[in-house]
């Protein structure tokens, strides 16, 4: 009995026990809610609930990383938004500037404004936020822009993590908002000189029919004729000779070009006399256009001048430059030394080279008491010459004396005295402007005054007359004999070089912009194929988007001690030279490769032509600039000692000589691919510099094939109203800059010469304020983009999480109904088992009897 008892006992506990524990299990998901508690439990389940479990961690990291991310574009958004608000009002004191109403008193308070505005803007670019700047780039802890717009920081693209390998960015860079690139805009370049209908200005000597009508200035249109463009001293329409149009620029492939024609001015019906339109087809053609395709447009804007655009937007390489002249030449540095008669469509305040030896007095065709000489004389400074200017400051060095030659002007009757006059010259070392100007009066005699006006020496012979009365007034279109020539000799009466051509004539033979301690290019070179601004690591050949074998680069310039210089950049067959004058008369010159900067010993070699990059071009630059500074030696070195002028010493030396230059010197390109040279030893620097082809004026037909230049570097050049490449606190310097001045337009200046001769003006200010306006809408929008994308990954998300926990639930969640219904089971049982463990427990051996 006592083992059955033990037995019994024995199992009743272990199935209480058992219960027990199934009770606990099924009280504890019921308190947890969970099917497990530690993994050994179930090792699948608890498996599957670490992964689910991942993926809720990364939602909600994705949730908050959106959430800041879309915090960061809607602050940028308020910003740009109140940078719009800016914007407009800015555009409305501008239109208002637009009208030419205004004293210079409004148009300053006007300007004051808009520098109120455009600081605001500015202020709104630096905007900081939790101490981080929102357009900075990457450097958000830099503030971005300076007071003169220049930027700080990059144009790195910050990104959010929002989903497993998907990062998007969620900042807009100060580059891309203020200094980027609109690939659907197109370039836009005008002339700036204002062509008038010449026949409605002077119609007492143009215009036979209307003599007597009021002079009108009226601007020219494509509708007129050829010959009120570029006027006539009669009003016979038949005898005019033809005119020869020069025009040099670039297509929008980047390759240069040139390009000589002929137009009719003479025409006997006015129905069929050349119109300026015909003018303007032509210049289309010589970019490429056709019957069947265009690539330009070219019209007349509403002040006469011309205006191209490339028709295929977010190209940057057109470029123009036209003169006219009642002469056909193969050379056009040689139309003012045989007394052509020139007409201009642009003008810069570039100081140019002294490239010509001889000059020829020019008949005005309004009035004929005048004959101006066709140049300007602008001093080493840059400014007009006037009467107590000295002659030394104004001609060029290898002249020491001015020779003077003509014929008589009218006698006192008003006759013609066709007699030649002795030549005299004239010192140039010890004598002023006004000297010469008594020195002419004296020696011509008659009834002549000679006077300088914008930087133009004007005789005037008070004895011409007019054919339409016998008194002294207009119109004084009478006889005149009078004739005048200059040329600059040297002390062996040879002519030399010593006078600089019209600032309105000249292309690219002119000097870069002082600007203190540096000199600065206005041409930006223009990767042809990218459209991009070139950069240190840039080809020459990819800016000219051809060969430039064969074509050599002149550099005059004044180096950094102020010595006179000229040097050559040759790029030929074997390879890329620097050519320094020897400093040792007769010895040659230096003849400096420019080395491969790739090569490693002992293999050394020439850069070829079209490897040059614009370091190279810049360092070359630089070693000129520097050319009084390093020893004679040091140059004879540097052109190597080895037959083929390479060697590891050769290019050890040009190293060092680079090395000088770089300790006074610095040679770079801007943001703007402009080159820019800087004297890091003076405040004032003493160089000037200017780099242009040998054969730049070259129109022969060999020339005009070659299309050379096919780089250029500072140019007397078309004035750019837009770009699809923005550079906006310069630009809006520009529009508060016209406004002050009240330039309303290009030539609004008149005959002043200075920086504003370059000045696009209020009205085509309008059009490049529009594309600024649009870039910073088109952010605004790309800004809202990023927004929308986080506010629907954060929506996504929260989806997803939730997803995620229902699945969760069900992996890893107990069903608390089925698990309470086995609790009570459980318990039943568990207290059926406490019952009869109990009855057994009572029960004694009596019980058994």
Same mark, same amino acid.
């Given at each position: 009995?006592?083992?059955?008892?033990?037995?019994?006992?024995?199992?009743?506990?272990?199935?209480?026990?058992?219960?027990?524990?199934?009770?606990?299990?099924?009280?504890?998901?019921?308190? !947890?809610?969970?099917? #497990? $508690?530690?993994?050994?439990? @179930?090792? =699948?389940?608890?498996?599957? &609930?670490? *992964? %689910? +479990?991942?993926?809720?961690?990364?939602?909600?990291?994705?949730?908050?990383?959106?959430?800041?991310?879309?915090?960061?574009?809607?602050?940028?958004?308020?910003?740009?938004?109140?940078?719009?608000?800016?914007?407009?009002?800015?555009?409305?004191?501008?239109?208002?500037?637009?009208?030419?109403?205004?004293?210079?008193?409004?148009?300053?308070?006007?300007?004051?404004?808009?520098?109120?505005?455009?600081?605001?803007?500015?202020?709104?670019?630096?905007?900081?936020?939790?101490?981080?700047?929102?357009?900075?780039? !990457?450097?958000?802890? #830099? $503030?971005?822009?300076?007071? @003169?717009? =220049?930027?700080?920081?990059? &144009?790195? *693209? %910050? +990104?959010?993590?929002?989903?497993?390998?998907?990062?998007?960015?969620?900042?807009?860079?100060?580059?891309?908002?203020?200094?980027?690139?609109?690939?659907?805009?197109?370039?836009?370049?005008?002339?700036?000189?204002?062509?008038?209908?010449?026949?409605?200005?002077?119609?007492?000597?143009?215009?036979?029919?209307?003599?007597?009508?009021?002079?009108?200035?009226?601007?020219?249109?494509?509708?007129?004729?050829?010959?009120?463009?570029?006027?006539?001293?009669?009003?016979?329409?038949?005898?005019?000779?033809?005119?020869?149009?020069?025009?040099?620029?670039?297509?929008?492939?980047?390759? =240069?070009?040139?390009?000589?024609?002929?137009?009719?001015?003479?025409?006997?019906?006015?129905?069929?006399?050349?119109?300026?339109?015909?003018?303007?087809?032509?210049?289309?053609?010589?970019?490429?256009?056709?019957?069947?395709?265009?690539?330009?447009?070219?019209?007349?804007?509403?002040?006469?001048?011309?205006?191209?655009?490339?028709?295929?937007?977010?190209?940057?390489?057109?470029?123009?430059?036209?003169?006219?002249?009642?002469?056909?030449?193969?050379?056009?540095?040689?139309?003012?030394?045989?007394?052509?008669?020139?007409?201009?469509?642009?003008?810069?305040?570039?100081?140019?080279?002294?490239?010509?030896?001889?000059?020829?007095?020019?008949?005005?065709?309004?009035?004929?008491?005048?004959?101006?000489?066709?140049?300007?004389?602008?001093?080493?400074?840059?400014?007009?010459?006037?009467?107590?200017?000295?002659?030394?400051?104004?001609?060029?060095?290898?002249?020491?004396?001015?020779?003077?030659?003509?014929?008589?002007?009218?006698?006192?009757?008003?006759?013609?005295?066709?007699?030649?006059?002795?030549?005299?010259?004239?010192?140039?070392?010890?004598?002023?402007?006004?000297?010469?100007?008594?020195?002419?009066?004296?020696?011509?005699?008659?009834?002549?005054?000679?006077?300088?006006?914008?930087?133009?020496?004007?005789?005037?012979?008070?004895?011409?007359?007019?054919?339409?009365?016998?008194?002294?007034?207009?119109?004084?279109?009478?006889?005149?004999?009078?004739?005048?020539?200059?040329?600059?000799?040297?002390?062996?009466?040879?002519?030399?070089?010593?006078?600089?051509?019209?600032?309105?004539?000249?292309?690219?033979?002119?000097?870069?912009?002082?600007?203190?301690?540096?000199?600065?290019?206005?041409?930006?070179?223009?990767?042809?194929?990218?459209?991009?601004?070139?950069?240190?690591?840039?080809?020459?050949?990819?800016?000219?988007?051809?060969?430039?074998?064969?074509?050599?680069?002149?550099?005059?310039?004044?180096?950094?001690?102020?010595?006179?210089?000229?040097?050559?950049?040759?790029?030929?067959?074997?390879?890329?030279?620097?050519?320094?004058?020897?400093?040792?008369?007769?010895?040659?010159?230096?003849?400096?490769?420019?080395?491969?900067?790739?090569?490693?010993?002992?293999?050394?070699?020439?850069?070829?032509?079209?490897?040059?990059?614009?370091?190279?071009?810049?360092?070359?630059?630089?070693?000129?600039?520097?050319?009084?500074?390093?020893?004679?030696?040091?140059?004879?070195?540097?052109?190597?000692?080895?037959?083929?002028?390479?060697?590891?010493?050769?290019?050890?030396?040009?190293?060092?000589?680079?090395?000088?230059?770089?300790?006074?010197?610095?040679?770079?390109?801007?943001?703007?691919?402009?080159?820019?040279?800087?004297?890091?030893?003076?405040?004032?620097?003493?160089?000037?510099?200017?780099?242009?082809?040998?054969?730049?004026?070259?129109?022969?037909?060999?020339?005009?094939?070659?299309?050379?230049?096919?780089?250029?570097?500072?140019?007397?050049?078309?004035?750019?109203?837009?770009?699809?490449?923005?550079?906006?606190?310069?630009?809006?310097?520009?529009?508060?800059?016209?406004?002050?001045?009240?330039?309303?337009?290009?030539?609004?200046?008149?005959?002043?010469?200075?920086?504003?001769?370059?000045?696009?003006?209020?009205?085509?200010?309008?059009?490049?304020?529009?594309?600024?306006?649009?870039?910073?809408?088109?952010?605004?929008?790309?800004?809202?983009?990023?927004?929308?994308?986080?506010?629907?990954?954060?929506?996504?998300?929260?989806?997803?999480?939730?997803?995620?926990?229902?699945?969760?639930?069900?992996?890893?969640?107990?069903?608390?109904?089925?698990?309470?219904?086995?609790?009570?089971?459980?318990?039943?049982?568990?207290?059926?088992?406490?019952?009869?463990?109990?009855?057994?427990?009572?029960?004694?051996?009596?019980?058994?009897?």
């Amino acid at each position: 009995m006592r083992v059955t008892f033990g037995t019994k006992y024995n199992q009743m506990d272990y199935y209480q026990n058992t219960l027990q524990n199934k009770l606990n299990d099924a009280n504890t998901k019921i308190a !947890s809610g969970l099917k #497990i $508690k530690y993994g050994y439990e @179930d090792s =699948s389940v608890f498996n599957q &609930n670490l *992964k %689910l +479990e991942y993926d809720v961690h990364g939602l909600n990291q994705s949730i908050d990383i959106a959430n800041d991310a879309n915090t960061h574009t809607l602050n940028t958004d308020k910003s740009l938004s109140e940078m719009s608000k800016a914007l407009d009002n800015f555009k409305t004191k501008l239109i208002h500037a637009g009208n030419d109403i205004h004293s210079p008193t409004s148009r300053e308070a006007i300007a004051n404004d808009m520098q109120g505005i455009r600081d605001h803007i500015l202020s709104i670019a630096n905007t900081s936020i939790g101490g981080e700047y929102i357009f900075a780039g !990457s450097r958000v802890n #830099i $503030k971005p822009f300076n007071d @003169d717009g =220049s930027y700080n920081g990059n &144009n790195a *693209k %910050l +990104e959010a993590l929002i989903a497993p390998d998907m990062k998007n960015a969620y900042n807009i860079n100060g580059e891309e908002l203020f200094l980027s690139r609109d690939l659907d805009k197109h370039k836009i370049i005008t002339t700036n000189i204002k062509k008038l209908n010449l026949s409605k200005l002077y119609p007492s000597i143009m215009d036979k029919n209307n003599k007597t009508e009021v002079p009108s200035e009226v601007f020219i249109t494509s509708e007129d004729t050829l010959r009120d463009l570029v006027g006539d001293n009669d009003n016979d329409t038949t005898n005019d000779s033809k005119m020869f149009f020069y025009l040099r620029g670039k297509r929008p492939d980047g390759t =240069s070009f040139k390009s000589k024609f002929a137009l009719d001015v003479a025409f006997s019906n006015n129905q069929n006399a050349t119109r300026v339109s015909d003018l303007l087809q032509k210049i289309g053609e010589a970019y490429g256009n056709t019957s069947q395709n265009q690539v330009v447009d070219v019209r007349l804007n509403s002040w006469g001048q011309i205006e191209i655009s490339e028709i295929k937007p977010g190209g940057s390489n057109i470029d123009f430059h036209l003169i006219a002249a009642d002469a056909d030449v193969d050379d056009v540095n040689t139309l003012n030394q045989i007394g052509a008669k020139v007409v201009n469509f642009q003008k810069s305040p570039y100081l140019g080279d002294f490239s010509l030896s001889k000059i020829v007095g020019i008949k005005n065709n309004y009035d004929a008491r005048y004959t101006t000489l066709p140049v300007e004389f602008i001093t080493s400074s840059n400014k007009y010459a006037q009467k107590d200017t000295k002659l030394s400051d104004i001609f060029g060095i290898e002249a020491t004396k001015i020779e003077i030659s003509g014929k008589s002007p009218n006698n006192t009757n008003g006759n013609v005295v066709d007699i030649a006059i002795e030549p005299f010259t004239i010192d140039i070392e010890n004598n002023s402007v006004e000297d010469l100007l008594k020195a002419i009066e004296g020696h011509f005699g008659g009834n002549i005054r000679a006077e300088i006006s914008n930087g133009k020496i004007n005789i005037i012979d008070d004895n011409v007359g007019s054919l339409e009365n016998d008194e002294k007034e207009p119109p004084f279109n009478g006889a005149s004999g009078f004739a005048i020539t200059m040329r600059t000799l040297d002390n062996d009466d040879i002519e030399r070089k010593a006078i600089r051509d019209s600032f309105q004539s000249n292309y690219d033979k002119t000097a870069f912009l002082n600007n203190g301690s540096s000199l600065i290019s206005n041409v930006s070179q223009i990767n042809a194929i990218s459209g991009e601004y070139a950069d240190d690591s840039t080809k020459l050949s990819e800016v000219a988007n051809k060969s430039l074998v064969g074509e050599t680069y002149i550099m005059k310039l004044k180096d950094h001690n102020g010595i006179d210089v000229e040097a050559k950049i040759d790029l030929s067959e074997s390879g890329a030279f620097l050519i320094l004058p020897n400093r040792i008369s007769g010895d040659g010159n230096y003849r400096i490769p420019l080395y491969n900067p790739h090569d490693r010993p002992p293999n050394i070699s020439i850069t070829k032509a079209d490897d040059v990059t614009y370091r190279q071009i810049l360092d070359a630059i630089a070693i000129t600039l520097n050319y009084s500074n390093p020893q004679t030696q040091e140059f004879l070195n540097a052109q190597g000692n080895t037959s083929d002028g390479v060697s590891e010493a050769g290019k050890k030396a040009y190293e060092k000589l680079l090395e000088m230059a770089n300790g006074n010197i610095s040679a770079m390109i801007n943001d703007e691919g402009q080159i820019e040279i800087k004297d890091k030893v003076r405040s004032i620097t003493n160089m000037s510099f200017m780099i242009y082809n040998t054969n730049s004026d070259d129109f022969s037909q060999s020339g005009i094939s070659s299309g050379n230049p096919s780089l250029t570097f500072n140019a007397n050049n078309a004035l750019t109203i837009d770009k699809p490449k923005i550079n906006f606190f310069k630009q809006m310097d520009s529009m508060i800059d016209a406004v002050r001045k009240g330039i309303y337009r290009p030539d609004a200046v008149g005959d002043n010469y200075n920086l504003d001769l370059r000045n696009i003006g209020i009205q085509n200010s309008i059009t490049l304020f529009d594309h600024l306006s649009d870039h910073i809408e088109k952010n605004i929008a790309l800004n809202g983009s990023y927004g929308r994308v986080f506010e629907n990954s954060i929506r996504r998300n929260e989806v997803l999480k939730v997803q995620v926990e229902s699945i969760k639930s069900d992996t890893i969640g107990t069903d608390i109904a089925d698990t309470y219904n086995k609790f009570s089971q459980l318990t039943n049982n568990y207290n059926a088992v406490l019952a009869s463990t109990s009855k057994i427990n009572q029960m004694s051996l009596v019980d058994f009897l």
